[in-house]
Antibody, heavy 122, light 107 residues
Framework: QVQLQESGPGLVKPSETLSLSCSVS??????????WSWIRQPPGKGLESIGY???????NYNPSLKSRVTISLDTSKNEFSLRLTSVTAADTAVYYC??????????????WGRGTLVTVSS | DIQMTQSPSSLSASVGDRVTITCQAS??????LNWYQQKPGKAPRLLIY???NLKTGVPSRFSGSGSGTDFTFTVSSLQPEDIATYYC?????????FGQGTKLEIK
């Protein structure tokens, strides 16, 4: 069973860069089984996909965030990371890392971290 | 992006009631739809994939149906532990998008 755990600062200043990591246990980020994903949820609101990275390094980002987002892998630590630049208050959210499983034509977010609240404020 | 619209936004029902939530996609997504349950302060949990397939371990009182643009999620007999917000999510096109959620409460 894959387990995911987010880590990183809970407070980021406007215009600065949000950086989060997701530690993976029970599985390897080098595995072709999952697309390692980030999803966020503003307080009291719905879910928004940020993007994913595959073990090959291939990435896909939500066009609404593409100019500011980078997702990367660290195979030595078995983790993946999110960088979001030039943040504003609108980026305040609970950030989840998740394992997207795709088999044939089916895809679903199978495993999730507990989420970490990031507040953008001076 | 494909827009997913759920209704109602909130729903109050009694224990034992049959509850139905609908999800409409802005374009044809075949059966490329999942349903998740999110309890307060927790991460979402996958309940149904491919519109109608129950994930292993999920109680059989949960079900889903539909294809194309219109989908339905049903709880056949509401239990107290089903209090949560439910989200549909399409995986026909990237970016994968979610409905705005339906908050289910007990009367």
């Amino acid at each position: 069973q894959v387990q995911l755990q987010e880590s990183g600062p809970g407070l980021v200043k406007p215009s600065e860069t949000l950086s989060l990591s997701c530690s993976v246990s029970g599985g390897s980020v080098n595995s072709d089984s999952y697309y390692w994903s980030w999803i966020r949820q503003p307080p009291g609101k719905g879910l928004e996909s940020i993007g994913y990275i595959y073990y090959s390094g291939r990435t896909n980002y939500n066009p609404s965030l593409k100019s500011r987002v980078t997702i990367s892998l660290d195979t030595s630590k078995n983790e993946f990371s999110l960088r979001l630049t030039s943040v504003t208050a609108a980026d305040t959210a609970v950030y989840y890392c998740a394992a997207l499983e795709c088999s044939g034509a089916t895809c679903y977010f199978d495993y999730w971290g507990r989420g970490t609240l990031v507040t953008v404020s001076s | 992006d494909i827009q997913m619209t759920q209704s109602p936004s909130s729903l109050s029902a009694s224990v034992g009631d049959r509850v139905t939530i609908t999800c409409q996609a802005s374009q044809d997504i075949s059966n490329y739809l999942n349903w998740y349950q999110q309890k307060p302060g927790k991460a979402p949990r996958l309940l149904i994939y491919d519109a109608s397939n129950l994930k292993t371990g999920v109680p059989s009182r949960f079900s889903g149906s539909g294809s194309g643009t219109d989908f339905t999620f049903t709880v056949s007999s509401l239990q107290p532990e089903d209090i949560a917000t439910y989200y549909c999510q399409q995986f026909n096109n990237l970016p994968y998008t979610f409905g705005q959620g339906t908050k289910l409460e007990i009367k």
